[in-house]
């Protein structure tokens, strides 16, 4: 963060939040000096995102803070978070990737594990392998579970298969040796010789991502983050100096899967840290506004053009996982537990082989976008189905600043009513329906699937078509409440504005919990340490604001599933071994129902969550007013309803003159400069003194 003087005029006072999705680019602005929050929102880039970003960051501060002439100079720090990463996973467009691997492994990458998660499913699909079997080369070298070299590595080998990939013309290579993560001297090695031969190729090894156990995971997490590097690199590489030039002096920071946030060049040598970038902030705020509120147990919902995030929150907590499946990819990295779907406002509606209606993953973007837009596009989305059913206006979004035509969407939904036989209007709810059956599938595996029944929480909805879809998701999974924030349509880059700095370090030592290994537990314990510590230097973190928690994964001797302890502050003692044993226990009771009394004990994993607390953005309370919300009608128009299968006349109002206390019913249709909340017939809205709406759904 930037504290001194701009010049002797201006002093940066912003902390500017900036979220750039597959359709939008959101901007939150926070002005430390007087505690204001503003909100700007542009359209995406998607040919190239920096575009988009710099101009939302020009435009938001020209409008909050008159600057003119270099007008991020003011800004104090600025936190960015993305789904360049996501998306590109969702979509395979990431870069052409080839592998080099110990002899004898090449095929790991596609044969995976035993287990499957369809396993009856008789026309489940993988996801496509990243890296095709001719561009996987194989090398001579082994080094054994104890780090002792068995066979050394053949550096001709790495460089015959250097030339194999030039001459393949590979934008990316991963890098992953067996017990690389014990001893990583080999994969060094490999990569000293491709960077000599291969030059402008993005390198990474596997004990550089992942130094942990399970091969196939650490492979994959290596060769998601080479197929994202070249892209991410990219997009920093265009994205810096576009702020530079707009006078940026602090620097800029990205966010990770876990919540936190790195600096620039940490993001671009490690991007599979950032596949959940964008949504991960949107968690971090909600967590904070339910808080606020007095929601405890929320799941979120955060739908934008492209895709949809859903998370669990538990008693306040967000749920944290160190493994998780991506896109059908399995990626060994620190990051909230955030499933996704691509279901968003520019999903693709189409016909399939066998005449049913299917939306997603297929999006159309920023450009040319759904078909009202006017840029192009003949395919309908789903934001097309809401401009033909009116629950969008019809003549314009973001408050006026973008004309959209109906006529066009109306001809496609219509084209494609024909191929299915049905209504128009039928069709066009339809699409939403479908969408809606993909989202809620999305929400029974983070709810239902892990013993959590959704009807005991609250959806609390965001992104820019989140408050869209809210209550037609909560019907489907017969949740009750749906909570909306002030402004939901930028809520993940106002996470950026919540989040502190954050860095997580791991390394695998197998070592069982007893007395006689105290010096192996402590070494193993140390090197995270060391890791977290060189990182608070590295980023300039006072002292005062360093934070720091050791955890270490443990299992019975002969599971094959870990169970994360929180390792007691202070220096590790006989004592501590046995709280570790006892917390051990105890969770195993709390998960699986029984303990083993006297069986032997395995640390697997140590880790250390290193954080670095910020400022943070506040949210001010109102008072509540009058319960009348008539004032906040602007107007009415005729809206299609499957509740009445006809087009209702239906209130409309502004957000911006809802206040604390009132209450309304629907059916009503709520605009605002980043989204639009739909209220169906029976629904009841009463607005809570942060100006979140509290939408109570009918029994």
């Given amino acids: 963060m930037m504290d001194g003087p701009i010049s002797d005029e201006m002093t940066a006072h912003w902390r500017v939040g900036v979220d750039s999705g597959g359709t939008f680019t959101d ?37 909050c803070d008159g600057a003119v002439d270099m007008p991020a100079a003011g800004i104090s720090y600025l936190g960015h978070g993305t789904t360049v990463a996501t998306n590109a996973l969702i979509t395979h467009r990431g870069a052409k990737v080839g592998l080099v691997t110990t002899g004898g492994f090449r095929d790991l990458l596609e044969i995976g594990r035993q287990k499957r998660p369809d396993l009856y499913d008789l026309f489940a699909s993988k996801p496509p392998t990243l890296v095709p079997r001719d561009l996987r080369f194989e090398v001579p070298e082994r080094v054994l579970h104890t780090g002792e070299v068995a066979v050394s590595l053949d550096e001709e080998a790495v460089r015959r298969a250097a030339h194999g990939l030039r001459d393949a013309g590979v934008g990316a290579v991963a890098v992953c040796f067996l017990y690389s993560f014990v001893n990583p001297l080999h994969e060094q090695l490999a990569c000293r010789i491709l960077a000599e031969e291969l030059t402008d190729v993005f390198i990474c090894a596997s004990h550089e991502i992942a130094p942990e156990f399970r091969e196939f995971e650490r492979l994959s997490t290596a060769t998601v983050n080479a197929y994202l590097g070249p892209i991410m690199h990219r997009y920093i590489s265009r994205l810096t100096p576009r702020l530079q030039a707009l006078g940026l002096s602090a620097a800029p920071h990205l966010t990770q899967s876990n919540g936190g946030v790195v600096r620039f060049e940490v ?15 949107g968690v971090v705020a909600a967590q904070a506004i339910g808080r606020q509120a007095g929601f405890d147990d929320i799941i979120t919902f955060d739908m934008g053009g492209t895709s949809s995030d859903v ?7 967000t749920t944290r996982t160190n493994e998780s499946t991506v896109h059908g990819y399995p990626i060994k990295a620190p990051m909230l537990d955030i499933h996704t779907v691509g279901a968003g406002g520019g999903s693709i509606a189409t016909v399939d082989a066998g005449g049913l209606l ?24 789903v934001t097309d189905a809401n401009i033909v059913l009116q629950i969008l206006n019809p003549n314009h979004l973001l408050s006026g600043r973008m004309e959209v035509r ?24 339809g699409i939403i329906s479908v969408v809606t059956a993909n989202m809620a599938k999305a929400i029974r595996v983070i709810s239902v699937q892990r013993g959590h029944d959704p009807r005991a929480y609250a959806l609390m909805a965001f992104g820019g078509a989140g408050p869209l879809h809210a209550v037609r998701l909560a019907q489907e999974l017969g949740m009750k409440r749906v909570i909306v924030p002030r402004n939901p349509g930028i809520l993940c880059a106002m996470g ?11 390394t695998t030592r197998l070592v069982p919990l007893e007395e006689a290994n105290l010096p192996s537990i402590v070494e193993a314990a140390t090197q995270v340490e060391h890791d977290a510590s060189t990182w608070f230097e590295t980023e300039a973190i006072a002292a005062d604001r360093r934070r720091m928690t050791r955890r270490v994964d443990m299992r019975y001797d002969g599971q094959n599933y870990e169970l994360s302890i929180a390792i007691p502050e202070g220096p590790i003692t006989s004592e501590t071994l046995n709280r570790l044993r006892d917390g051990f226990t105890e969770a195993h009771r709390q998960m699986y129902g029984f303990a083993v009394e006297g069986e032997r004990i395995l640390c697997v994993t140590f880790r250390a969550e290193a954080l670095g607390v ?9 008072d509540a007013g009058p319960s009348d919300a008539t004032g906040a009608i602007v107007g009415r128009r005729d809206v299609w309803f499957p509740e009445t299968r006809s087009f209702t006349e239906t209130a409309n109002l502004s957000r911006d003159l809802l206040a604390s206390g009132m209450i309304f019913s629907g059916p009503a249709i709520i605009e605002q400069m980043d989204t639009t909340t739909l209220v169906p017939p029976g629904t009841k809205v009463w607005v809570d003194e942060i100006e979140n709406l509290i939408l109570e759904l009918p029994e």
């Fill in 27 to 63: 901007v939150c602005l926070f002005d430390e000096t007087s505690g204001r929050i503003s909100v700007w929102k542009v359209s995406s880039t998607p040919d190239d995102p920096s575009r988009g970003i710099a101009a939302g960051v020009e435009e938001g501060m020209r409008h």
């Fill in 267 to 281: 993001a671009a040598e490690t991007p599979v840290r950032a596949v959940l970038s964008g949504p991960s902030t």
């Fill in 496 to 506: 950026l504005l919540l989040t502190d700095l954050r860095a997580d370090f791991s």
């Fill in 406 to 429: 109906r006529d066009l969407a109306l001809e496609a939904i219509g084209q494609m009513a024909v191929q299915l036989g049905m209504d128009v209007m039928d069709t066009a709810q």
């Fill in 614 to 622: 910020v400022q943070k953005a506040d949210l001010p309370r109102r």
């Fill in 311 to 317: 998370a669990l929150m538990a008693g306040g907590q």
């Fill in 358 to 381: 299917k939306v997603g993953p297929e999006s159309a973007g920023a450009d040319p976008g759904p078909v009202c837009y006017g840029l192009g596009a003949t395919e309908p989305t």
